[in-house]
């Protein structure tokens, strides 16, 4: 039976991520056909929604998020493609970055009961611990501690969660709190140069 697909794409916008942004940007358009080249499954709809994230207490706008498009439907890729298009590395401040907060976001999102659910994260940064940006004004009142969220993904819906991220970081634990969950390590502070955003996609892809 055809698969249907919720892809929910988190990703690091801060200034170093300026090579796989590109990356994403020049490829945007084709993703629902290189998914349906790679998959060993047929795909019959493809929605993605992308967050984008920086820093609570650095950047005016610390967290980016687009509805689901659907990538099978012309004037949603258009929307899509547009949106991808509208993305720039910048800010970020220090080092560590608020990445656990928009996996909390796409936790959230909006999937389709009939949709296999997955989220991609990738980032060249530490993440800071959930709450610690919580006295930023711009702060979410509603996001949970870290054992809160781990209770709440566990608990929840079955979603698979493939992380891109640096090593010896808190994004390499995540395998071992949270169900479902694939850990690749990249080099950090070097926006995954090197890395073409259809490499990690292939590896979501062929395991769907």
Do not use: C
């Not at 640096?166 to 926006?191: C, H, I, R, S, W």
């Amino acid at each position: 039976m055809a698969k249907n697909i919720d892809l929910a794409l988190v990703m690091d916008g801060t200034g170093s991520m300026h090579p796989i942004i590109g990356s994403f940007q020049a490829t945007a358009f084709r993703l629902l056909d290189f998914f349906r080249k790679q998959s060993n499954e047929e795909i019959n709809r493809l929605r993605v929604r992308v967050i984008v994230f920086g820093d609570y207490e650095f950047d005016m706008v610390p967290m980016q998020t687009t509805p689901f498009y659907d990538l099978g439907n012309e004037a949603d890729k258009a929307e899509f493609v547009k949106a991808v298009d509208s993305f720039e590395a910048q800010g970020g401040g220090d080092i560590p970055e608020n990445g656990l907060e928009a996996l909390v976001y796409a936790f959230r999102s909006d999937f389709d009961e009939e949709a296999e659910p997955t989220i991609v994260m990738i980032t060249d940064a530490p993440a800071l611990a959930l709450k610690e940006r919580e006295s930023s004004p711009s702060y979410p009142k509603d996001m949970p501690t870290y054992h809160e969220f781990v209770q709440q993904w566990n608990n929840g819906k079955d979603i698979k969660l493939y992380v891109i991220a640096p090593e010896y970081t808190a994004y390499q634990k995540l395998p071992m709190d949270l169900k479902n969950t694939k850990f690749y390590a990249v080099g950090a502070g070097f926006g995954l140069e090197g890395i073409d955003i259809e490499q990690i996609f292939a590896i979501v892809a062929k395991n769907v």
